[in-house]
């Protein structure tokens, strides 16, 4: 198997998210769509969404380390909440862009056939001219495994087969795969990823061995999770540690999401100056996408305008032309 990471970009990069759920239903998607064109023409540089297929009711292990979940935080929906498939969702996205990459903030790919997942994303990553990138992670959630009929406690062995699976038909002509589980030969599978190496690859998760693992065999960047999203310069420490403890890129060699924080003014709107203020800092400590996540404003003038302040701040942070 070829396995080639990807340059980083030559400058940080800028990254929203893309808000493919809702807590109700609403009367149109069409937002999905319209705020996409937005991003793509202030300047953003990637755009991401999330990913659930199905849920249960147990919605507070969400919170629980132990499990996968993050302290402190909570769901931003109830069980019955509206999540749009991601990938049919990005599909949708690539015919409204043109210039912003497009990518997943985490998928839970072990839910999906490996050949299945591998054919989708070299799709996308066709129809968007090489913009697609796969962030993928193993979830929270014990239901949505056990609806798949998958092992909740094999799903970062699981992953990891659904990610060498990818890597193998999306790099190799005449492709074969045995790592005892799962076993093809000679197999076929077109189109093949813009990139060489495949498509890029970003795994979520804790400063972890397994995830160093992840990233050294399959990963082009690395989003934080947990304490270590929270901490994040400990984080990165630890990260970098053990990567040099493995055969694969260093810690300089692959990208780094840090979220900024939000802050809001006395009336309650975002403050953005001050949000972006701590996008110097998160550079110092090797971040190399700077993520916003800021809910932007229904009005889609207003959001137009917010997305270009945001946009002028990050450029105004890093010294970087628009």
């Known amino acids: 198997m070829i396995r080639i990471v990807p340059p980083l970009p030559d400058r940080p990069q800028l990254s929203m998210r893309l808000i493919n759920y809702a ?3 609403p009367d149109s998607w069409d937002r999905l769509t319209d705020l996409a064109r937005l991003l793509d023409l202030g300047g953003v540089d990637r755009l991401v969404v999330s990913d659930h297929v199905v849920f249960g009711e147990d919605l507070e292990a969400y919170a629980r ?8 935080i909570k769901q ?3 069980p019955d909440g509206y999540w749009m498939e991601p990938l049919t969702v990005l599909a949708a996205v690539t015919s409204v862009t043109d210039r912003i990459r ?18 989708v994303s070299a799709t996308l990553d066709a129809l968007s001219k090489g913009r697609f990138e796969l962030g993928a992670g193993i979830g929270w959630q014990r239901e949505e495994y056990e609806t798949a009929g998958l092992e909740f406690e094999r799903r970062g062995k699981l992953l990891d087969q659904t990610l060498a699976v990818c890597q193998t038909l999306w790099t190799e002509e ?23 190496g495949g498509v890029p690859v970003w795994l979520g998760g804790s400063a972890s061995p397994r995830v160093a693992d992840r990233i050294a065999r399959f990963g082009c960047g690395w989003i934080p999770w947990g304490r270590d999203a929270r901490d994040l310069a400990s984080g990165i ?7 040099e403890q493995r055969d694969g890129p260093s810690l300089g060699e692959i990208g780094i999401v840090g979220t900024v924080k939000l802050v809001t ?3 309650g709107s975002l403050d953005v100056p001050a949000t972006m203020a701590s996008t110097g800092r998160l550079l110092e400590m090797g971040v190399t996408d700077v993520r916003c996540n800021a809910l932007l404003p229904d009005d889609l003038s207003e959001a137009e305008d917010q997305i270009g302040e945001i946009v002028a701040a990050f450029r105004r942070e890093t010294g970087t032309p628009g």
Not at 65 to 72: D, F, I, L, R
Not at 102 to 116: D, F, K, S
Not at 180 to 193: A, C, Q, S, V, Y
């Open 102 to 119: 497009l990518g997943t903030y985490v998928i839970l790919a072990a839910l999906r056939r490996p050949m299945v997942l591998a054919k």
């Open 23 to 25: 807590a109700e239903r």
């Open 174 to 196: 005449r492709a074969s795969f045995d790592d005892g589980d799962l076993r093809f030969e000679n197999i076929h599978n077109m189109p093949k990823p813009v990139h060489p």
């Open 76 to 78: 931003p929906t109830g």
């Open 265 to 267: 003014s006395d009336a």
């Open 65 to 72: 380390p132990e499990t996968g979940g993050s302290a402190g």
């Open 237 to 243: 420490t630890r990260m970098g540690e053990l990567l």
